[in-house]
């Protein structure tokens, strides 16, 4: 697909909006606006001064033409006077001039360059220099004006985009050496020092700092770190030299991944913008036909003047550009999408912000979403005949290769107690060097055998199912059952930290109007406490993942229905909500890959806020679809009357699109 270029004769390769529909379109050829017109914009700030200096000489052309305009008739004659005028015309209206043609050869004739150079050429026909000149200097001005603030609100999402490092200092024999990141093998071994961009995911093996997240989640407090520390690419060594071992390869990193959502959110459109896009494919083409019959009908039938109706049929061709909604209302949507990317919401695409005013129920998965997934053991329940040594060695042999925060909680606490249990110490010891055989059953619990003996940890009906007798033991809460050989040894109480946030996102969803659910595979009794904390709508607790999706539907049904979760086992529900929202710190790569929006911090109150930014978006969008329509049909009734002229025509053109734009950027710097 081709793409026509800029003023500056460059690529239009930072647009706001792809072209819309196949064969050679301009980047501005009516419908296919690109957002960087007059220069490079913010990939060139150079190139954006000179077109500023550059529109301010003609400018200045210009008022001096029109001020001595009836000295230079006096003195040079009108062909002496349309001669001094015509070279500010020419200064800034050759670009526009050279495009149309080129976009003419290309087969495109209904475009804002055709129009503009149509317009003014036929004015300058009719003797109105001024006007002439006037309309295609104000039209560069607010090209000029536009691309600034399209350049505005991509700034924030260009941040992101500039935190991939290029290269990585590989330690290999002792020997440092830059590379490019994307050739650090899993395994390597990278150096990092202070003020420099960790290059890749990874640990740490030595070394102690502390690290700048926020370009990556938006969390203002650094994290400590030290040997055995999780590290992101892309977050800042602030202090200490560290040594880190990559974890994966760049291409599946936390940053790589973001990078790659924020190139697809800029191609998702919006329901809206897809319609304006069409709409000016048939609008365009429409006034122009327009403008004909109004400069050919009224002479042929009612006997007026051709150079009367052809001035009139000007007014409709300079009003007909449909920059003002073209630009604008895709640049509402990225600046929303900027905006969101400022509070760490990565949001998939434009169309996402539309989902979101359908939606009227937010669930809310618990574990690791609600909560903070960071389980502790709070209490060791040994049954009768057993005590809580038994106990927790066996629940370490049945957990000691399980992947959920519970099971975590659980070797963290044997951990502690090792330093004074050498018995423990072994026993941990042994099994790091062994491999039990493992079977989890997710949602249920886990069978494990080491040193033939088999060993059950889960929950009570898991237990049960399998012949184990609870000798009438059911405390509340989160609770592991652990039996060995058959034998019921006790219980281990774990509590979750309930997130600081999730009472007031789900109290600011309430305000919003929102209804709220959880669901959950976790006991009973442990949603029925978080949802008294957070006083939210209704829970439903115990449930399988493939329970979860069933549970939603019948409930809710699916597309007015957002999903907020983190684990793998959302994966299937975040994909089949009407909004799936994922948390993007510890999130799993499955979820993040299935969610529409990901949450960097992992804060729920985001979950509220986009939905803050969402109804902005909306509320801006349709404030410049009445501005631009209204004021627009208003100077078009008033041109074919007589009673409006190529003035107030470039006013309802690029001075409406100014509105509009101005508008739209009050997404990035509002407060939410």
């Given at each position: ?43 060139d700030a150079g190139a954006m001064r000179k077109e500023a200096l550059f529109l301010a000489i003609c400018t200045v052309f210009f008022f001096i033409a029109l001020a001595l305009e009836g000295w230079l008739e006096a003195r040079l004659g009108a062909s002496g006077a349309a001669a001094v005028f015509m070279a500010p015309y020419a200064l800034c209206g050759y670009a526009v001039l050279k495009e149309t043609v080129g976009l003419w050869r290309r087969g495109d004739v209904f475009n804002e360059f055709s129009l503009m150079s149509l317009a003014t050429i036929a004015a300058i026909c009719l003797g109105q220099f001024g006007e002439a000149v ?220 539309d989902d979101l005013r359908h939606v009227d129920t937010v669930v809310f998965d618990k574990t690791g979403t609600l909560t903070r997934g960071r389980f502790a053991v709070s209490a060791l329940l040994p049954a009768k005949g057993s005590d809580e040594q038994a106990l927790l060695e066996a629940a370490v042999c049945a957990e000691f ?272």
């Amino acid at each position: 697909m081709e793409r026509g270029g800029c003023f500056s004769g460059n690529p239009c390769e930072t647009g706001l909006l792809e072209p819309a529909a196949q064969g050679g379109e301009s980047g501005h050829a009516g419908e296919t606006p690109c957002g960087c017109c007059g220069g490079q914009g913010d990939q060139d700030a150079g190139a954006m001064r000179k077109e500023a200096l550059f529109l301010a000489i003609c400018t200045v052309f210009f008022f001096i033409a029109l001020a001595l305009e009836g000295w230079l008739e006096a003195r040079l004659g009108a062909s002496g006077a349309a001669a001094v005028f015509m070279a500010p015309y020419a200064l800034c209206g050759y670009a526009v001039l050279k495009e149309t043609v080129g976009l003419w050869r290309r087969g495109d004739v209904f475009n804002e360059f055709s129009l503009m150079s149509l317009a003014t050429i036929a004015a300058i026909c009719l003797g109105q220099f001024g006007e002439a000149v006037g309309v295609m200097l104000f039209y560069r001005i607010g090209e000029h004006v536009q691309d600034r603030a399209a350049g505005s609100s991509r700034r924030s999402i260009e941040k992101l985009l500039a935190t991939k490092p290029a290269t990585a200092r590989l330690l290999e024999g002792g020997q440092e050496q830059m590379v490019a990141v994307e050739a650090v093998p899993v395994g390597g071994h990278v150096l990092v020092r202070a003020g420099e961009k960790v290059p890749l995911d990874g640990k740490v093996v030595s070394g102690l700092s502390d690290l700048d997240q926020s370009p990556l989640t938006g969390e203002s407090v650094p994290v400590a770190v030290q040997a055995g520390s999780e590290v992101l690419g892309g977050s800042i060594n602030l202090n200490g030299v560290l040594t880190v071992e990559s974890t994966r390869p760049y291409t599946d990193t936390h940053m790589a991944r973001i990078l790659q959502m924020i190139e697809h959110a800029r191609q998702n459109k919006s329901q809206t913008e897809r319609f304006i896009t069409r709409f000016a494919r048939y609008y365009t083409p429409a006034v122009a036909g327009a403008a004909l019959l109004v400069a050919l009908v009224p002479p042929l039938v009612a006997g007026g003047s051709f150079a009367d109706w052809v001035y009139r049929a000007l007014v409709l061709l300079i009003v007909s550009c449909p920059c003002a909604l073209l630009i604008s209302i895709p640049l509402g949507y990225f600046g929303g999408i900027g905006a969101a990317s400022r509070h760490g919401i990565l949001v998939k695409g434009g169309h996402v912000l539309d989902d979101l005013r359908h939606v009227d129920t937010v669930v809310f998965d618990k574990t690791g979403t609600l909560t903070r997934g960071r389980f502790a053991v709070s209490a060791l329940l040994p049954a009768k005949g057993s005590d809580e040594q038994a106990l927790l060695e066996a629940a370490v042999c049945a957990e000691f290769h399980a992947s959920h925060p519970a099971a975590r909680a659980v070797l963290a606490h044997a951990r502690e107690r090792a330093g004074i249990d050498a018995a423990l110490s072994a026993l941990l010891a042994g099994l790091g060097n062994a491999e039990p055989r493992v079977q989890e059953i997710p949602g249920k619990g886990i069978k494990a055998e080491y040193a033939g003996a088999r060993y059950l940890a889960g929950t009570a009906a898991f237990l049960r199912s399998e012949g184990i007798a609870l000798d009438g033991m059911e405390p509340t809460g989160t609770i592991i059952h652990v039996a060995q050989e058959g034998r019921f040894l006790g219980a281990i109480l774990v509590e979750d930290e309930l997130r600081e946030d999730s009472a007031a996102a789900v109290a600011a969803l309430a305000g919003a109007g929102l209804k709220t659910h959880m669901l959950t595979g976790d006991r009973e009794e442990a949603a029925r406490e978080v949802a008294k904390k957070t006083g939210i709508g209704g829970y439903h607790s115990g449930l399988l993942p493939e329970e979860k999706v069933q549970t939603m539907h019948a409930l809710f049904g699916g597309r007015n229905t957002a999903f907020v979760g983190d684990g793998i086992n959302d994966a299937p529900i975040l994909a089949l909500s009407g909004v799936g929202m994922a948390m993007g710190k510890i999130g799993a790569e499955a979820a993040i890959e299935a969610a529409d929006v990901v949450i960097l911090n992992d804060s729920p109150l985001m979950v509220a806020r986009l939905f803050s930014i969402s109804r902005a978006v909306r509320a801006i969008v349709w404030q410049n679809i009445v501005l631009a329509l209204g004021i627009k049909l208003f100077v078009m009734v008033f041109g074919i009357l007589g009673l409006s002229g190529l003035w107030e025509a470039v006013f309802a053109d690029v001075g409406v699109a100014l509105l509009a734009v101005l508008n739209a950027t009050r997404l990035v710097g509002k407060r939410y």
